[in-house]
């Protein structure tokens, strides 16, 4: 954190208090921390206990230039090398999300190149709303990261997930990611699947799954922050791209194959976190099928499996990870695959279990390693996920 500019957004509600601490704990850690607060952040504790914690002055209004030199919002957005939102409020979030600009936080927050966290405190029933999970999914599709709040006594009376991280563990996290930005797999080729396969039976009809592809982009991010040349094979063409990744849009099982068998030699490290299809139509019809009276069979014809291709392949210097998404037996089938696909690890999730596998921003996966060794994690973020998983992977290469 040494010298690094961080820009602590801060919105109102009554962990306020904790962003005074997390002021102290930044500039404690090293960091040149500037803040900025709303209007209803103000009701809860002055400006002038951040402006003393940070030795800065605190910008809460868009209207009062301090220097006529600069304009203040714009200047504030290009001096940060991190934004963080602490607290965040379901409000900031939904202008967030919407691109709302009407106030010195949420102007400066549009204004800003920097990498944007955000760490939520609300209510736990306003965490959950439709709306602001909305709101969250978004921000994530925009790249945004999230600092999960944790569960336990909320002000409101209630206990549940609500509570804004502790200080110390966001320090933790910020620090991380920027020591993160580290050369661990400089001059290592990591080839990553991500996404469902679309497999087409006439012009009109698909066969696809509920794989969006934002656990195969988070691992290629952080693999890419960790130095590595990356490629990402993908029908997800939704997510943004992450930085340094190069990216090949496919649609198929085949197609994806093709475009992995380019790199079967030249890569250092292969995670599979595709939900490839192991079936495709065996004919694709290439007018509208037209309904008739009757049943309707579909002959299907296996796919070829790039996870076992390889791995069966692969020379000892290579690392294969592969992913294993079940409903049931989630042990028994994972070992399952890590031998018959000669993996050196299968990461597991049990999709049918919530907060875990498609679609949402968090999974609960287990390792299953050399010697079918089992490392049990707990619900974290695809981010979090993706970073144990590139962890693994450069610790194999190195045993290697
Ligand atoms: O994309 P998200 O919405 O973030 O969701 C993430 C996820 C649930 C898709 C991901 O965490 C996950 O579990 N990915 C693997 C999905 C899957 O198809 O698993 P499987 O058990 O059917 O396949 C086992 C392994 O073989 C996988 O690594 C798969 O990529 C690979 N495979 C399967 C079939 C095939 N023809 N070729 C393959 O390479």
């Known amino acids: ?43 809860f504790v002055p400006p002038l ?13 868009t209207f009062d230039e301090k220097d006529s030199g600069v304009v203040a919002h714009i200047n504030l957005a290009d001096w940060a090398d991190l934004v963080i939102v602490a607290p965040a409020t379901a409000n900031v979030i939904g202008k967030m999300a ?53 569960e336990g006594y909320l002000a409101c009376g209630y206990v549940g997930r609500g509570r804004l991280e502790e200080p110390e563990r ?31 039976l006439d012009p009109v009809r698909y066969f696809t799954n509920h794989s969006t592809g934002k656990m195969g982009f988070a691992v290629a991010e952080t693999a890419a922050r960790y130095g590595a040349e990356v490629v990402l094979v993908t029908s997800s063409t939704k997510l943004p791209v992450p930085h340094g990744v190069a990216v090949h849009y496919i649609e198929t099982a085949q197609e994806m194959y093709d ?5 079967q030699d030249s890569a250092d490290i292969f995670v599979m976190s ?43 210097t290579q690392v294969v990870i592969g992913f294993a998404a079940e409903t049931q037996n989630v042990k028994e089938n994972a070992l399952k695959k890590l031998h018959s696909k000669n993996a050196d690890m299968i990461v ?31 619900l974290l973020s695809k981010q979090e996920v993706a970073r144990e998983i590139i962890e693994q992977a450069a610790r194999f290469l190195e045993e290697k």
């Open 348 to 378: 597991a999730n049990n999709v049918a279990q919530i907060g875990a596998g498609f679609g949402v921003d968090t999974n609960q996966v287990t390792f299953y390693g050399h010697d079918d060794a089992e490392t049990v994690f707990p």
């Open 170 to 200: 966001i320090v933790g996290h910020l620090t991380a990611y920027f020591t993160e930005k580290n050369t661990t797999l400089a001059g290592r080729k990591v080839v990553i699947t991500a996404g469902a396969t679309i497999e087409k």
């Open 49 to 61: 206990s951040f402006q003393v914690l940070s030795r800065n002055d605190v910008y809460t209004d």
């Open 1 to 43: 954190m040494n010298g690094k500019n961080i820009l602590l957004a801060v919105s109102g509600g009554i962990a306020v208090y904790k962003a005074v601490a997390l002021t102290s704990k930044l500039t404690q850690a090293g960091a040149n921390v500037k803040v900025m607060m709303t209007k209803s952040a103000q009701e």
């Open 259 to 263: 475009e992995v068998m380019k790199h």
């Open 274 to 316: 595709a939900a490839v299809a192991d079936y495709t139509p065996k004919v694709i019809h290439e007018h509208k099928i037209k309904k008739q009276p009757g049943d309707f069979a579909i002959e299907m014809v296996r796919t070829k499996d790039i996870l076992a291709e390889i791995g069966q392949n692969k020379r000892d």
């Open 98 to 150: 919407n691109g709302i600009a009407d106030d010195m936080v949420t102007t400066t927050l549009l204004a800003t190149e920097a990498p944007i966290w955000v760490a939520p405190a609300m209510n736990v029933h306003m965490i959950a709303h439709p709306a602001v999970v909305r709101n969250i999914n978004q921000l994530y599709a925009d790249g945004v990261r999230f600092i999960e709040p944790s």
